[in-house]
């Protein structure tokens, strides 16, 4: 599923950050898509993985997995924020990873700080409660959580968003 966002979000629609060590070997990475840009801007966007890894998927879990995707977890980060449209209407971060030898070096601030939007407000969700602190070091604020059900797991959000002046 990463992979099929990852691919047509760094090409066409998102920004996409990356650290290197000193080899050139990838050590982090992080992908925004800027107000106005959304995942998935285009039908040919799909066609570049993301409706492949959904074409694998029974029928029972694609529709769940839509209606998490297209309509629950929008609706809480929504609400949570108070933006219509938040993930449309907001500098979104999807994905911030560091590998792990290289974490707690400054690599993710570093990506952050070059990702700083000009006055929008910065949002992103995480799933890992220790996240949530990492986040808020680089001056996001927690804004909601909510738990999802589904047929494989209980999927906790956090919704955490940082304005680059003031405050949501």
């Not at 996240?131 to 927690?142: Q, R, S």
Request: negative net charge; glycine residues 12%.
């Amino acid at each position: 599923m990463a992979n099929g966002i990852i691919k047509p979000m760094s090409i066409t629609s998102g920004e996409l950050y990356t650290a290197k060590n000193g080899r050139g070997e990838l050590v982090g990475f992080a992908l925004w898509t800027p107000p106005g840009r959304d995942s998935f801007d285009t039908p040919d966007q799909l066609e570049m993985g993301f409706g492949e890894f959904m074409s694998k998927l029974d029928e029972g879990a694609r529709n769940l997995l839509g209606r998490l995707l297209g309509e629950v977890v929008p609706a809480f980060v929504d609400g949570a924020l108070g933006i219509e449209k938040a993930e449309l209407n907001c500098y979104w971060c999807w994905f911030a990873f560091v590998r792990e030898d290289y974490q707690n070096k400054g690599i993710c601030t570093a990506m952050f700080d070059l990702a700083k939007s000009t006055g929008a407000v910065m949002g992103l969700l995480t799933q890992d409660a220790t996240n949530v602190t990492k986040y808020e070091h680089l001056g996001f604020k927690e804004y909601g959580k909510e738990s999802f059900d589904s047929p494989w797991a209980k999927w906790t959000f956090y919704c955490m968003a940082r304005k680059t002046s003031g405050e949501i």
